[in-house]
């Protein structure tokens, strides 16, 4: 499942943000022998020699850091700049890609300064350069870590303008309306089999097979590693939310010397069995739990909403919705499909609840315009799709060459028409995204075994019981992965992404741990935030 994104035909993993001067800091890099041996615990000598000589490299180069280019949307004072990785670590010496990064300097003084926060904010697909505007908009919860740290975002490997991949001509790719998800006959499973396959042989076509084969998440935690040493940093701060948090477990196995701090946030369950078929299983029942929440919550403001008391009334409500929509797209562009592209985001965020409750209402009051506006694509709109259709395209090859997917489609079949009876809001659109993966064209990896080597700090971990992206015991599975953790658990709420939120019991643990490492001695439960108000 993708991440939640404007734009994004989003079927979610997912969701959901710079610098220091290029002066180098001695010994920013730690000798190739001492990266040799903590990547050859995973039968990766080559990579692991690969990635210390590319490392070397960038912290002899540093960044040249420049005003952002005007299309990019990032205004002054946050600046950009590159740095430069190979695409096969097994070869540093080979065809190089440029990583697009930027950053904004701490706002407080030289003394107070810690280094850089390095972000990013899931998907996969998920750009990380908007961080440093939460420094520019003066985002009040991160104000004070600002204060000591460079915030710094980055686009990895094959996302926006870091050597962007493809699958699928952007339009037609964000063109609708698609297929109902849920197949009523083997004649549709069918039909969205060879989309599939086709989805899949296009990634082969307009990528290449040579970079196909290097969209991994080993990879993107050996760019991470290079982007530390262009910083100057010796060791690595690092935010990961979502997807993000699968990141930073790998970093935190593959480089547990490089590490200072890292909080990870609605935390992906590093296991290998989960990685990635079994995850995004284990969502689909996460999401239905989330859609009830909110639909209960749309019940309890039926005097805003006018769409029933309970949470019956307002799913009869969206069936209702469901069925007309395929019967006969509203406005010709929005079906079931799109219709759950655009309110799988309340399960999601409940920053999304508000806006998506209130164009349900209209939708019943009378107002078709409204819906067809938040769901229906917009095809004049070509950066945002071809935005789009790269977002979903590097979904779907760091999900489908990180590990081994299912090849039978009976086993698709099976799973997914089960789950479908007791989880349906969900099951079947998830289904279809992930499909390609039953027949991706390049070599499947084996996952990283994530677990603690000697040198790994404390981490933070930070995770709310009802999140639907990222199930509950993904956050537990890693805290028991990484010795010496600290869980801090946000009970009964479900927002994904949780550091961004105002939450004091939450907030002021994340300044303590950033701002002076301390952590409390055991683990915490937090009461929620506060719940979204009509």
Known sequence: MRDMRPNRRVTALGSAGVLVTATLIAGAVAAPSASASAGSRHGQDSEARGVAIAAERAAKAGIDWQDCPADWGIAKPIQCGWVSVPVDYAKPYGKQIKLAVDRIGNTGTKDERQGALVYNPGGPGGSGLRFPTRVTNKNPVWANVAKAYDFVGFDPRGVGHSAPISCIDPQEFVKAPKADPVPDSEADKLAQRKLAREYADGCAERTGKAMLSQMTTPNTVRDLDVIRAALGEKKLNFLGVSYGTYIGAVYGTMFPGHLRRMIVDSVVNPSREKIWYQANLDQDVAFEG??????????ANDATFHLGTTRDAVQAKWLELRATAKKNPIGGVV???ELISFFQSAPYYDS???????VFSKYFAGDTQALIDAAAPDLSDTAGNIASENGNAVYTAVECTDAKWPTSWKKW????????KSYPFMTWANAWLNLPCATWPVKQQSPVNVKTHKGL???LIVQSTHDAATPFDGAVELHNRFKGSRLITEKDAGSHGVTGLVNPCINQRVDDYLLSGKLDAADVTCTPHATPKP
Request: glycine fraction near 4%.
């Open 457 to 459: 700090p404390q981490i």
């Open 290 to 299: 989330r859609w009830k929440d909110w639909e209960d919550w749309v019940a």
């Open 352 to 358: 999304s609840w508000v806006p998506v409750a209130t």
């Open 335 to 337: 079906g079931p499909a």
């Open 413 to 420: 079949d099976r799973d997914n028409t089960e789950l479908n």
